[in-house]
């Protein structure tokens, strides 16, 4: 599979109250994705167990130019220009897609 470009972002929170507000700021930007990014297929937001200052995003997009196209968004901007307030740290990993099970149909 040549196709698939994908990343894990790791984000360490300050506290409790800078993980509530961050969350409201995923939560808003979640629903610009949904709106505007085909090319977006997968955007989830997790919490590592026992972790609960940690969100670990996987994100999964049809191609690179589907990353670009994210990342130009209106609300992708403002979720990266917001964020910082929130962090301690923050870690990326970019992953090209070898071979695997994608779902088709979404």
Do not use: N, W
């Amino acid at each position: 599979m040549s196709e698939g470009f994908g990343l894990v972002v790791r984000f360490a929170l300050h506290d409790q109250e800078a993980a509530r507000a961050f969350d409201e700021l995923c939560a808003t930007t979640l629903e610009g994705i949904k709106r505007s990014e085909p090319g977006t297929l997968t955007y989830v937001v997790h919490v590592p167990q026992g972790e609960p200052l940690v969100r670990v995003f996987y994100e999964l997009y049809a191609d690179r130019a589907a990353f670009d196209a994210h990342e130009a968004q209106p609300h992708t901007k403002y979720f990266l220009a917001e964020r910082e307030q929130y962090l301690a740290g923050v870690e990326v990993t970019f992953l090209d897609m070898v071979s695997g099970k994608v779902a088709t149909g979404l």
